[in-house]
């Protein structure tokens, strides 16, 4: 199935493959104020969330991106700007853009400097992040190398022992190379669970397991369409959690000089979705630790969980995977993206 075909509003099959589902997706965004590059850019991530199985940063995100867009809260065709004011230190503007498209404007020059110190630091700031991290971090791997990325978001999670929210979900990912086998990648919420698995579950009417959040009372309640409406999502294991929420607040907002996640306003702009805050990455390269080597070791790591075991690990299940299935679209999701691609939503 070509690129084209996957725009004919009179297809009847609801099986696309990631390539072309990348390439529907980009025609949505371009549509939509975004720049080729970024159009390309946030098509690739939704759409390898997609056939991942990240369903709350597949395809249903959608509906929040063209949202915003037209809201005129982002800038879909920011120009990021660059600065290194030392040799392993890069600062990003995004300039109101989105986040990914501004690191991958200053991924060699980021990779470059990891490569020639044994680690680098990029701080991004006054940027949007609405997909999955793990797509941000797992090329790292892939070329050797480690990654850490974290990123602050709205206020919607409650701090331990706290009445009201002030965190957002704070994502952490992280991606290390494994010798003979998948980069080890993992990517979640410190959350008890992602906001968007959240509101799928209010799309589909599910209730929540116990202890994912509170309502405008703040009493603990399993209701999705509760937690959206003035409740908040709770830490992942309390206290524990919340400290390392707490982490990625001040590490991301204080290290770009971007917004904290209650400094957020969309008020503005109705139907803005995106947070406006900003991203960090970490990188080492792991040459540099002398001795035995990273890789191996960590190869050996991984055969010992096998013994003990597990069958899998973290990022093993998307590797293995990927490019060997086409995605399943339901007829309606298959049939709003045409009507987003050809202008007629």
Same mark, same amino acid.
């Given at each position: 199935?070509?690129?084209e +075909?996957?725009?004919?509003?009179q297809?009847?099959?609801?099986?696309i493959?990631e390539?072309?589902?990348?390439?529907?997706?980009? !025609?949505?965004f371009?549509?939509n104020?975004c720049s080729? &590059?970024?159009?390309?850019?946030?098509?690739?991530?939704?759409?390898?969330?997609?056939?991942?199985?990240?369903?709350?940063?597949?395809?249903f !995100?959608?509906?929040?991106?063209v949202s915003?867009?037209?809201?005129g809260? %982002?800038?879909?065709?920011?120009e990021p700007?660059?600065?290194?004011?030392?040799?392993?230190y890069?600062? %990003?503007?995004?300039?109101?853009?989105?986040? +990914?498209?501004?690191?991958?404007?200053?991924?060699?020059d980021?990779?470059? &400097?990891?490569?020639?110190?044994?680690?680098?630091?990029?701080?991004?700031?006054?940027?949007?992040?609405?997909?999955?991290?793990?797509?941000?971090?797992?090329?790292?791997?892939?070329e050797?190398?480690?990654?850490?990325s974290?990123?602050n978001?709205?206020?919607?999670?409650?701090p331990?022992?706290?009445e009201?929210?002030?965190?957002?979900?704070?994502?952490?990912?992280?991606?290390a190379?494994?010798?003979?086998?998948?980069?080890?990648?993992f990517d979640?919420?410190?959350?008890?669970?992602?906001?968007?698995?959240?509101?799928?579950a209010?799309?589909?009417? !599910?209730?929540?397991p116990?202890?994912?959040?509170?309502?405008?009372n703040?009493t603990?309640?399993?209701?999705?369409?509760?937690?959206?409406?003035?409740?908040?999502l709770?830490?992942?294991g309390?206290?524990?959690?919340?400290?390392?929420?707490?982490?990625?607040?001040l590490?991301?907002?204080?290290?770009?000089?971007?917004?904290?996640?209650?400094?957020?306003?969309?008020?503005a702009?109705?139907?803005a979705?995106?947070?406006?805050?900003? +991203?960090?990455?970490?990188?080492?390269?792991?040459?540099?630790?002398?001795?035995?080597?990273?890789v191996?070791?960590?190869?050996e790591?991984i055969?010992?969980?096998?013994?003990?075991?597990?069958?899998?690990?973290?990022?093993?299940?998307?590797?293995k995977?990927?490019?060997?299935?086409?995605?399943?679209?339901?007829?309606?999701?298959?049939?709003?993206?045409?009507e987003?691609?050809?202008?007629?939503?």
């Amino acid at each position: 199935m070509t690129g084209e +075909q996957a725009l004919d509003t009179q297809r009847t099959g609801q099986r696309i493959t990631e390539c072309d589902l990348a390439f529907l997706l980009a !025609r949505i965004f371009r549509r939509n104020g975004c720049s080729e &590059r970024t159009a390309t850019v946030l098509a690739a991530n939704c759409a390898s969330a997609e056939a991942a199985g990240s369903l709350s940063h597949g395809i249903f !995100r959608i509906d929040g991106y063209v949202s915003t867009l037209r809201s005129g809260w %982002v800038d879909g065709a920011a120009e990021p700007q660059i600065e290194a004011p030392a040799p392993g230190y890069l600062r %990003v503007d995004a300039r109101n853009g989105f986040a +990914q498209p501004a690191f991958l404007q200053a991924r060699e020059d980021f990779v470059a &400097r990891i490569r020639a110190n044994g680690i680098a630091f990029m701080a991004i700031k006054d940027s949007h992040h609405f997909g999955a991290l793990w797509p941000d971090v797992t090329p790292f791997a892939e070329e050797g190398l480690i990654a850490l990325s974290l990123v602050n978001s709205f206020a919607c999670s409650i701090p331990a022992g706290a009445e009201k929210p002030l965190f957002g979900t704070n994502p952490i990912a992280f991606a290390a190379p494994i010798e003979g086998s998948a980069p080890l990648v993992f990517d979640f919420a410190t959350t008890s669970m992602a906001n968007g698995d959240v509101q799928i579950a209010a799309r589909a009417g !599910r209730m929540l397991p116990p202890g994912m959040g509170v309502d405008s009372n703040g009493t603990p309640t399993c209701n999705p369409k509760e937690i959206l409406d003035g409740g908040s999502l709770v830490p992942f294991g309390g206290h524990k959690g919340s400290a390392i929420s707490m982490m990625i607040e001040l590490m991301v907002a204080g290290l770009t000089g971007g917004q904290f996640s209650f400094e957020v306003d969309w008020s503005a702009h109705p139907g803005a979705q995106t947070p406006r805050t900003g +991203q960090i990455f970490i990188g080492i390269d792991p040459e540099f630790s002398g001795g035995a080597g990273f890789v191996e070791k960590a190869g050996e790591f991984i055969s010992r969980l096998s013994d003990a075991g597990l069958t899998t690990y973290p990022g093993y299940r998307r590797w293995k995977g990927r490019g060997t299935q086409d995605i399943g679209i339901s007829t309606e999701d298959y049939r709003r993206l045409n009507e987003y691609a050809q202008g007629e939503l």
